[in-house]
């Protein structure tokens, strides 16, 4: 049996094989695996989130009924359990996320691939998978000794999407799976940063300083969606951070729709309307416009910059417009940037290509896995918990189209 793709979804799926018997040949680009997973975690791994299921099923928007599926097997609570296995604590920081004790990656993966080499996975690094031969039968890899043939009764592939290309995720898959008939919607830029076309002022005095306690939505000329309270950073192309990656895929959306799109931003999310109205319609005196904002608002630095990058001037000068400005500050957004600067991405293969098992109709005994899938989910647990289930989904399908014995890690 061959798993291609070293990352948390093929590395499941070898993990729900072996403990079935299966022999498993894990083949990977890399000269390691799980590189994507590890520099993820750099910062504080971020593995799953505590919330209600039917919150925590919302995040996956349009294909929230497919991976639906894969959680109802293995989500946040089974996800827990087996890290716990692996002899790594976990708690559930104040936001609800959960992280492992430690808050690395490093530990639990090496408490992970420790168990898959003793339950006989067997590794292959710098493999490339590169499609099959003629025949359509057999995997072809490009490795340092040179091209190889492997063949087997089934494989899971799982090689990412096309996000962070140097860690592996390059999505040269795309073209391979495309010639065997296989519909793939284009990748796209998920969790991603966008361009804003950024006076040379703001640029140059702002560029790397964060936006805090705001709140954001995106224009849709109805009404007012609900605002996403957190934080943004002003870069100079554009802006990223949690607050715009979590809005990300509508703002994209809109974008390749109708060309652009406007993020709105509350600056004083606590304050109300009528009580910003009444401290900017006291009387100014010798104030400038700046220190005005600054001793009754407490709008200043990168807040009051974006007011002034965004704002008509004569708005800034009337009480009424500039509270409506800071309740609902709009920034026109360009495009998203490139695929490879992204945290994740949309597209991949058409869940209509694959049946429940995740095997793919047109080529018995192939099964997709994680990002290949037409699915995306925001940062905050909701990536990896989906890319684990998925990868134990791709195997217990291997497993019933095999007619062997369904095991696997605990729930």
Not at 93 to 99: A, E
Not at 129 to 141: A, K
Not at 314 to 319: F, R
């Amino acid at each position: 049996m061959i798993v291609v793709g070293g990352g948390p979804a093929g590395l499941m799926a070898a993990e729900v094989l072996c403990a079935a018997g299966v022999d498993v040949d894990l083949y990977d680009a890399m000269p390691s695996v799980a590189r994507k997973f590890l520099l993820a975690g750099r910062g504080g791994l971020n593995l799953t989130h505590s919330e209600a299921p039917e919150r925590f099923l919302a995040r996956y928007g349009a294909r929230q009924d497919e991976v639906a599926r894969w959680l109802a097997e293995f989500g946040p609570t089974e996800l827990r359990a087996w890290v716990h296995q692996l002899g790594i604590q976990t708690f559930i920081g104040s936001s609800g996320r959960v992280f492992p004790a430690e808050m690395k990656a490093a530990p639990l993966l090496r408490a992970w691939l420790h168990r898959l080499r003793l339950g006989g996975v067997r590794f292959h690094a710098r493999h490339r998978w590169c499609g099959w031969t003629p025949d359509g039968r057999t995997l072809r890899f490009a490795s340092p000794s040179g091209d190889t043939a492997v063949s087997a009764d089934a494989c899971v592939l799982a090689l990412g999407g096309g996000s962070w290309a140097r860690l592996g995720s390059d999505g040269a898959w795309v073209s391979l799976l495309e010639t065997r008939g296989i519909t793939v919607p284009p990748l796209k830029p998920s969790n991603c940063g966008f361009d804003v076309a950024w006076s040379e002022h703001l640029r140059q005095r702002y560029a790397g300083q964060p936006v805090k306690n705001i709140a954001a939505w995106i224009e849709d000329g109805g009404g007012k969606a609900k605002p996403r309270e957190g934080e943004f950073l002003v870069t100079a192309h554009g802006l990223e951070g949690g607050l715009v990656y979590t809005l990300s895929a509508g703002l994209r959306d809109r974008i390749a729709s109708t060309g652009s799109a406007t993020l709105r931003v509350d600056l004083l999310p606590t304050r109300t309307p009528q009580g910003l109205l009444r401290d900017l319609e006291r009387p100014r005196g010798r104030d400038s416009l700046a220190n005005h904002l600054r001793r009754k608002c407490g709008i200043d630095g990168i807040k009051a910059a974006l007011l002034r990058e965004a704002a008509p001037p004569g708005d800034l000068e009337q009480a009424a417009g500039l509270a409506a400005l800071i309740k609902a500050l709009p920034l026109r957004l360009d495009a998203p940037r490139p695929l490879d600067e992204a945290i994740s991405s949309a597209g991949g293969v058409d869940f209509a290509a694959v049946d429940e098992g995740l095997m793919l109709h047109a080529l018995p005994g192939v099964f997709c896995a994680g990002e290949m899938l037409d699915w995306e989910a925001p940062t905050g647990g909701y990536l990896l918990t989906a890319c684990l289930a998925s990868g134990r989904a791709a195997a217990r399908g291997v497993l019933h189209w095999l007619n062997l014995p369904v095991h696997g890690p605990a729930r």
